[in-house]
Every structure is written in C-alpha cells, then in structure tokens.
C-alpha cells in the first residue's frame, strides 16, 4: 500500500472523519483534495497540511515509511535526529524481516 490515496483511506476510517472533513481541516478544497487522491500527487503544502491533520508524517503518506507516527526532532546545528526508543525498535524490526528475506531469495536451491 505505497499510494497517498490508499493511506488517506484507512487513516481517516480509523479517525472516524470523512474526506470532507479532512479536507475542511486541510484547509484544501474538496475537489483538490479528491484530485490528489486520484492523481497520487499533490503539492508538499497540501501533503504537509493532511499529515498534520491525520497526525501522521508526510513521509508515511507518500509511502517512504511504513511508520505513520515517527516522531523525529530535528536539531539542525547540532547536526543529529532524536528518535523515540519505539520508533527505533519498529525500525530494527523491519530490517531484520528485510534480511531475512533477502536471505530467503539468496539461499541457494538444492
């Protein structure tokens, strides 16, 4: 599930909202709103506004992150990210089952 549309979806399902409200809440037309949900591409404005609305990252809308509450701190001139403990564990967790099945699609078949 990679598209912005399939996660909107689920996400607002599981808030009880309705895409009118999250459009309303957006602050984004519900016409815009049902264009970026067919097109699967939208303005990083408008990305930033639903994800603050679904209290989600824009990263997990867009589907560069399975993790749709990663809370990062950005500390800019000490030049480091603050993770929560979780979100690094969930992390861990996800590249071990990648290993493991690289490991199944490397391992040699008798």
Known sequence: MKRIEDRVRVLIVERGMTLLQLATQSKITEATLHAILNRNDAKYSQLRR?????????A??????DLP???????SEAGYVALKAGDVIAMQKQIIELQSKLLTLNTPKD
């Open 50 to 58: 639903m994800a603050e609305t679904l209290s989600v990252k824009v």
């Open 60 to 65: 997990y809308l867009t589907g560069e992150t």
């Open 69 to 75: 509450s990663m809370s990062v701190v950005h500390e």
